[in-house]
């Protein structure tokens, strides 16, 4: 849900995030492989703050 505080993010444990900023995020069609990798694993990390998961235990989530 996009608020005034940012892009509100509810987790399955019903605790709730807001970013903001977030379009800096987003991909274009021209970023390298390298940066895709790059904020992959930047996204890997964050979500695995957020709920206390392991790297790997989320990795292994992923599609």
């Not at 206390?52 to 292994?60: D, L, Y």
């Amino acid at each position: 849900e996009d608020t005034e505080h940012g892009l509100k993010l509810t987790l399955e444990n019903g605790n709730n995030i807001c970013v903001n900023n977030y379009s800096h995020y987003l991909l274009s069609d021209s970023v390298s492989r390298c940066d895709k990798d790059r904020l992959k694993n930047i996204y890997i990390r964050l979500v695995s703050e957020l709920t206390q998961m392991s790297e790997e235990t989320i990795k292994s989530q992923m599609l």
